[in-house]
């Protein structure tokens, strides 16, 4: 399924194959000497979206942190440009745009570290197609969210194993996630609110795709319409990790890759994701989350052809990146909130990173055409 999807287009091609990204990033000062700062590892424009928080609040971030590492600010944000010209297409937007849309997500970037001050985004703070998504999500209701994703008879819901959204569990699989959850629910305030009523193998994502990963459904605050699905994923190391090793950028000593995800992911969140936990699923580092559905996510190929509310996401997107940098700034490693407020103030690095995500978008089709013309791939050999 996954080399399937990366077949389809060098966006998806570039969501499924980070680590190519990184084997091929420039070594020039901008990439090699900005100041480290706790990032993303695979941000592109689909790696933002909504998530509710252990407060029970939506906010709109980053949403995905499994390649999250210690490395030049850099990376992050031309990662994000790369994405924005190599998903033109899926923008419905030409290549004079993408590269407009490009320059408004660096300015907002430069211009939000040069402030200082980390913010965050929630519906009463956002305005364009982001607020249109948390307004959207803030009337929206759970027992709707579990129609899509459920099966209800009477006072009890099943899931939905379509093959689109999940596949069936193995009894084995389905074992294994039952005690598990037992015993992280016997640690818990509440255990009765994670009994499991079922499990199913979680289709998600590109680059997660073929990971161990499920979707559970629980008890909650009560069956039918007060039950919570929960997501478990596999957490493997970051596709950044090989670079890093060879320019000599020393990362924490980690108890497992599950710890680097959450510890990364709740240092750069103004919020926490609800049930935000490392875990270990019979020996395997995995983090558990509340589920975080992948149409929460902003339209945004629905832009309207107006090329002011495209540029205004994508500003969005910039400062939050920059928001999140400096709330983990001065950690395990990372430069200081002055430091990257000074890089926010400078300006030497800003054409060189728009020429170097030209050229990454470049590589990025290369790679794709090769790939989505291999007989393997067209023969589903892979």
Known sequence: MKYAKMAQSSFVFLRGACHLFYDALPVSTPFRDAPLAWCCGDLHFENFGSYK???????????????????????????LLTSIQ???????????ESLAVSLSCLDAYRGALGKGKPLWVERETSDGLVNELLSALQGSERAAFLDKRT???????????????????????????????????????????????????????????????????????????????????????????????LLGIEQPDWPDQANRVVTVQKRMQAVDHAFLHPVILDGLPCILKGLQ????????????????????????????????????????????????IAFGHSKDWETEMLDASTEMTRLTQRQWKIFSESTLVKAGSL
């Open 86 to 96: 190599c998903g033109a297409d899926a923008l419905h937007a030409t290549h004079a």
């Open 293 to 340: 559905p992948s149409e929460d996510r902003v339209a945004i190929g629905e832009w309207g052809k107006k090329l002011d509310r495209l540029k205004a996401v994508a500003a969005t997107m910039g400062h939050l990146l920059a928001w999140d940098q400096l709330r983990a700034s001065g950690r395990s490693g990372s430069a200081s909130a002055d430091e990257l």
């Open 151 to 245: 099966i209800r008879k009477g006072h009890r819901r099943t899931l939905k194993l379509d093959g689109v959204k999940a596949l069936p569990a193995s009894d084995v699989q389905i074992h294994k996630v039952t005690e598990f959850m037992d015993g992280f629910a016997a640690a818990q305030p509440s255990p009765k609110f994670f009994e499991v009523l079922g499990v199913g193998q979680r289709i998600a994502g590109t680059g997660s795709l073929g990971l161990e990963r499920y979707v559970v459904l629980v008890e909650g605050k009560g069956s039918p319409d007060g039950n919570y699905l929960l997501d478990i994923k596999e957490a493997q190391p970051s596709a950044m990790a090989a670079r890093l090793a």
């Open 53 to 79: 928080g252990d407060n029970r609040q939506v906010y709109f971030d980053i949403n995905d942190y499994d390649e999250a590492a210690l490395a030049p600010a850099t990376w992050d944000m031309v990662r």
